[in-house]
């Protein structure tokens, strides 16, 4: 077998390229200015080549012919490729990988009321959790699903919502400074997980132990691998029960650790204190 022929993209997608070169091109010019460490740089081409495997390759064509593959491929989308994106901070080294002119303009707009607004709505600690799991959920529903794996519009619209709702949740939660300047408080970042893993664990287990076939879209295309529509269900709905909760867990882990590193310099309002403390306390 070719192994070469995985990596043919099964619909290819100018956009996708173009928005990758982009990325790459960002955040290597910025490295040359900008520091980086070997750890962020690894993390940043990880979560992007994870990204680009599960968007622009033959795995997008068994994503769209079994259920469980396609629970994988949203687990990357979602949680994994953007987790390790964002956990290589990047956007003050593609900041910096823009031409002089650009950053100036991208100053000038940031100092506009439009882009408060828009940066706000972006950053919000309400508003991002909440769409993060509802993008999960609303792409569940049976019918919904059925839609939008037949029509690639609204397929294509699926996988770049998640994605993006991905980097704006997890660019809240993996935020290293204190609040302000930071969107969301540290004792938030700690709490914020546990409170989006909950609806996301629950959807997976009632996917799991569902005995009948709840998303026939699969077996009317033809499964891809020679497997049951209850075994094929049983398995995505435990990747979104276990693994992605898994996920979840490390974000935690790691805002964990940033609420108990700012404790320790003093920088933690009364509120995140709280926090601190029912996180000590057996």
């Not at 509802?134 to 397929?155: I, K």
């Amino acid at each position: 077998m070719d192994h070469l022929a995985w990596l043919v993209p099964w619909e290819f997608s100018p956009t996708l390229l173009a928005a990758f070169g982009v990325a790459i091109v960002l955040f290597l010019r910025g490295r040359r200015v900008h520091r980086v460490t070997l750890a962020r740089q690894w993390l940043f081409w990880t979560g992007l080549v994870l990204l680009y495997l599960s968007l622009h390759t033959r795995v997008d064509y068994y994503a769209e012919r079994m259920f469980f593959i396609h629970r994988i491929q949203h687990l990357v989308l979602h949680h994994l490729g953007p987790l390790l994106v964002m956990a290589a901070f990047p956007g003050s080294a593609m900041r910096a990988g823009l031409p002089l002119h650009w950053r100036r303009r991208l100053r000038d707009f940031l100092q506009t009321r439009g882009a408060r607004v828009l940066v706000g709505v972006l950053t919000n600690s309400y508003f991002v959790p909440a769409l993060f799991v509802f993008l999960v959920l609303v792409w569940l529903l049976p019918t919904v699903q059925f839609y939008s794996m037949l029509d690639w519009r609204l397929y294509r619209l699926m996988n770049w919502s998640v994605v993006i709702s991905g980097f704006m949740y997890w660019n809240l939660i993996l935020d290293r400074r204190p609040s302000p300047p930071a969107a969301m408080s540290p004792g938030g970042r700690v709490i914020s997980p546990v409170l989006t893993m909950a609806p996301q664990m629950v959807a997976g287990a009632i996917i799991t132990f569902t005995e009948r076939d709840i998303y026939p879209l699969f077996e009317l295309c033809g499964r891809a691998i020679g497997m049951s529509a209850q075994t094929d269900q049983m398995i995505g709905g435990l990747t979104m029960w276990i693994p992605a909760a898994f996920v979840e867990v490390i974000g935690l882990m790691v805002a964990l650790g940033t609420l108990m590193r700012l404790s320790g310099k003093g920088r933690l309002r009364p509120e995140d204190r709280a926090v601190r403390y029912s996180q000590a306390s057996p």
